[in-house]
């Protein structure tokens, strides 16, 4: 989903936007964090919690019934950010170039209606400038494909013009079997062995066609109230496949950003937004907040769950919001919560 670039009024009173997050692992019917209540009775979502990391001090809010830090939820965009991390390793083992055609890696795929994979980079992928439409303004995310359906209900939609930056989750789809090409193993493979091994998330896992949460998890609601716990996670693949928890996604933006994945200057790249014209990175995208502090991060919405990972530049100070249900019906929340948890408080 296309990200919020920058954070303007908040109509949060000061007292609100401020109040202390409450610590330990509360999980219980009642709200336990008088700003994360507001999610609950403003923002319509059946429940809503955060992992707040900031160098030694660890702070974890709930609101809302029956969540709770430990569970399990699909991530949906989230995904993205891993995704890019493997591709920009693979390039700094010289096993690709992010100047690469999509051509060279997948010969003869992106055919039709003005798009020419020969023309199509990498790096445009990642960046979310190859003009590819978004196969998910068809499917809803509801549908399930194969990556190959995907990309073929993007080719039967008009591209978008190439170089401008527009959020498709058909180029995370392409990217993904990329790494296949490239690797010999699935895009699922290569995260597991490059990042959730050595990270130890052992929360976090892609699982397939496999319909069910691991335990422990809570519910997920459609935004009709509708239960969606249960989902085929093919309706995103590569681009949105991942299910995961609040303290494997902190510890994931903060091994990122702290230098861990990657070396300096395929970082530096990652960061890098010219491509986009300040909107995105490469599986990263900044947003600056009303007191000038920018964060990093990228958020994700699939049928039943809402995610937002913001960090600081270093990767120091991390912060994982979810709820159980697929929209935040009041959109100065989010913004409010990023202010709120990173600007400096005047005490």
Known sequence: MPPLRTLTAIPVSLALLFAPVATGSASSAEATDPFLSQFVTEGGVPAAALLDVDGDDVHYAAAGRRIARADHFRAGSITKTFI???????????????????????PGLLRGRGTDGRRITLRALLSHTSGLADFTTVTRGVVPLTPLQAVRVALALPPTRPGRYSYSSTDYVLLGMVIHQVTGASYAAEVRRRILTP?????????????????????????????VTELDPRVAGAAGELVTTLDDLDRFYAALLGGELLPPRRLREMLDTRAAHGAYGLGIFPVKLPCGITVWGHNGRIPGSYVRSAASVDGRHVLTFRVNTTAVADPDLEPALLAAQFCPRNE
């Open 199 to 227: 990270l130890h998330l052992t929360g976090t896992s892609f699982p397939g066609a496999r319909t069910t949460l691991p335990s422990p998890h809570g519910r997920a609601y459609a935004t009709d109230g509708s239960d």
């Open 84 to 106: 890019a991390t493997v591709v920009l390793q693979l390039a700094a083992e010289h096993r690709l170039s992010l100047s690469d055609p999509v051509e060279r890696h997948l």
